[in-house]
Protein backbone atom coordinates (compact mmCIF):
# COMPACT_ATOMS: atom_id res chain seq x y z
CA UNK A 1 0.00 0.00 0.00
CA UNK A 2 2.44 2.89 -1.22
CA UNK A 3 1.22 6.43 -1.07
CA UNK A 4 3.62 7.88 -3.64
CA UNK A 5 1.64 9.37 -6.35
CA UNK A 6 3.34 9.03 -10.08
CA UNK A 7 3.87 12.11 -12.50
CA UNK A 8 6.37 14.05 -9.72
CA UNK A 9 2.43 15.03 -7.67
CA UNK A 10 3.60 14.68 -3.54
CA UNK A 11 1.31 12.88 -1.66
CA UNK A 12 -1.38 15.11 -0.77
CA UNK A 13 -1.39 16.15 3.30
CA UNK A 14 -4.19 16.01 5.58
CA UNK A 15 -4.11 19.79 5.61
CA UNK A 16 -4.29 20.34 2.28
CA UNK A 17 -7.16 17.92 1.85
CA UNK A 18 -9.17 19.99 4.94
CA UNK A 19 -7.89 23.44 3.23
CA UNK A 20 -9.41 22.66 -0.41
CA UNK A 21 -12.62 21.13 0.87
CA UNK A 22 -13.40 24.55 3.07
CA UNK A 23 -12.54 26.43 -0.18
CA UNK A 24 -15.22 24.53 -2.07
CA UNK A 25 -17.54 24.45 1.04
CA UNK A 26 -17.81 20.52 0.51
CA UNK A 27 -18.20 18.37 3.57
CA UNK A 28 -16.06 15.20 3.95
CA UNK A 29 -19.16 12.94 2.52
CA UNK A 30 -19.26 15.63 -1.10
CA UNK A 31 -15.81 14.55 -1.54
CA UNK A 32 -16.21 11.31 -0.75
CA UNK A 33 -19.04 11.06 -3.36
CA UNK A 34 -16.85 13.26 -5.85
CA UNK A 35 -13.97 10.91 -5.66
CA UNK A 36 -15.84 7.16 -5.57
CA UNK A 37 -14.54 6.73 -2.11
CA UNK A 38 -16.24 6.36 1.81
CA UNK A 39 -16.36 9.25 3.91
CA UNK A 40 -14.40 7.42 6.65
CA UNK A 41 -11.96 7.07 3.94
CA UNK A 42 -11.57 10.62 3.34
CA UNK A 43 -12.40 11.76 7.21
CA UNK A 44 -8.84 9.53 8.32
CA UNK A 45 -7.12 10.92 5.90
CA UNK A 46 -7.71 14.81 7.02
CA UNK A 47 -7.06 14.23 10.85
CA UNK A 48 -3.52 12.84 9.90
CA UNK A 49 -0.44 14.87 10.16
CA UNK A 50 1.71 14.81 7.11
CA UNK A 51 1.11 12.45 4.34
CA UNK A 52 -1.59 10.70 4.55
CA UNK A 53 -1.35 6.49 4.55
CA UNK A 54 -3.71 6.57 1.17
CA UNK A 55 -3.29 4.37 -1.23
CA UNK A 56 -1.73 6.08 -4.39
CA UNK A 57 -5.45 5.02 -6.17
CA UNK A 58 -6.98 7.04 -3.43
CA UNK A 59 -4.82 9.99 -3.21
CA UNK A 60 -5.36 10.36 -7.27
CA UNK A 61 -9.16 9.77 -7.32
CA UNK A 62 -9.14 12.14 -4.00
CA UNK A 63 -6.42 14.43 -5.80
CA UNK A 64 -8.89 14.40 -9.64
CA UNK A 65 -11.91 15.52 -7.78
CA UNK A 66 -10.80 18.10 -5.96
CA UNK A 67 -9.44 19.51 -9.26
CA UNK A 68 -11.90 19.52 -11.18
CA UNK A 69 -13.92 21.31 -8.87
CA UNK A 70 -11.35 24.33 -9.16
CA UNK A 71 -8.59 23.73 -6.72
CA UNK A 72 -4.71 24.23 -7.33
CA UNK A 73 -2.31 21.91 -4.93
CA UNK A 74 0.91 24.07 -4.48
CA UNK A 75 4.22 22.93 -3.74
CA UNK A 76 5.99 23.50 -0.95
CA UNK A 77 8.49 25.75 -3.04
CA UNK A 78 10.21 26.42 0.68
CA UNK A 79 6.82 27.64 2.33
CA UNK A 80 5.06 24.74 2.87
CA UNK A 81 2.64 22.85 0.82
CA UNK A 82 -1.46 24.48 0.66
CA UNK A 83 -3.79 24.59 -1.60
CA UNK A 84 -5.94 27.61 -3.58
CA UNK A 85 -9.07 28.50 -5.52
CA UNK A 86 -8.18 28.20 -10.08
CA UNK A 87 -9.17 31.68 -11.02
CA UNK A 88 -12.34 31.52 -13.52
CA UNK A 89 -11.41 31.45 -16.91
CA UNK A 90 -12.64 34.46 -19.27
Avoid: C, H, Y
Wanted: hydrophobic content about 40%.
Amino acid sequence: MGNVVNRGSPPLLGAQIRAARALLRWSAEELALASALGANTVRRAEVTEGSTSLTTANDRAIRRALEAAGVEFIDENGGGAGVRLRKPSR
